[in-house]
């Protein structure tokens, strides 16, 4: 099984966001856009995992304790750099609560020999990718200048810096994940709450 860990957003939230994408796609047509319904804040990807360590994940990620998360959706971005962009994406404002959840998720794979993360826990919202498949924030061998948004860069410049609103996360979940054509299905196989 292919899994990671995330927040789930809000449905009114997810519904602004895709009024803006719906809005801004045809700027990068040649992007691969994310669906709407597959939106998360991603707090550690595990990956390819067997049946059995799925079910010591879960009870591991059990015992993690936090408290209740305030996110903030606002603004954009490009990773890794607006002129080698591969990726396009939503910020994300939170207390500190929202990485030392990151940490705690991070610590508890750890202990059961999932390597640790290589790179700052970067809050966002993956919106689409362009210029390769990968969807990682830093930079990687080959990046280099590239104008898959350009166009779309140059007609978010002209708007305001969009709003998208404000939640408060009370839980966490493992998803599997499962590649597909025309993209990858996220189901939600277990609960954590935020207590």
Do not use: C
């Not at 040649?30 to 990956?47: M, N, Q």
């Not at 002209?158 to 979940?173: K, L």
């Not at 493992?174 to 189901?187: D, P």
Request: glycine share 8%.
């Amino acid at each position: 099984m292919r899994v990671f860990v995330a927040l789930d957003i809000e449905d009114a939230i997810r519904e602004r966001i895709q009024r803006f994408m719906e809005g801004v796609r045809g700027f990068a047509p040649d992007a691969r856009w994310v669906r709407p319904e597959s939106l998360h804040v991603t707090l550690k990807f595990i990956g390819e995992k067997p049946a059995d360590a799925v079910e010591r994940i879960k009870s591991a990620l059990a015992a993690a304790k936090a408290d209740p998360i305030q996110l903030n959706f606002r603004g954009y971005g490009f990773f890794p750099t607006p002129k080698a962009a591969r990726v396009f994406w939503v910020g994300i404002e939170s207390g500190p609560q929202l990485a030392g959840l990151a940490a705690a998720v991070d610590e508890t794979t750890f202990a059961l020999g999932i390597p640790k993360e290589d790179h700052a826990f970067s809050p966002h919202l993956t919106l689409a990718r362009g210029g390769g498949r990968s969807g990682a924030p830093a930079w990687r061998k080959g990046d280099a200048p590239k104008r898959n948004f350009q166009i779309l860069q140059e007609k978010l410049a002209a708007m305001p810096a969009p709003e998208f609103g404000t939640m408060t996360a009370p839980e966490f979940f493992l998803y599997e994940s499962k590649l597909r054509r025309g993209g990858a299905v996220y189901t939600k196989i277990a609960r954590f709450a935020l207590t």
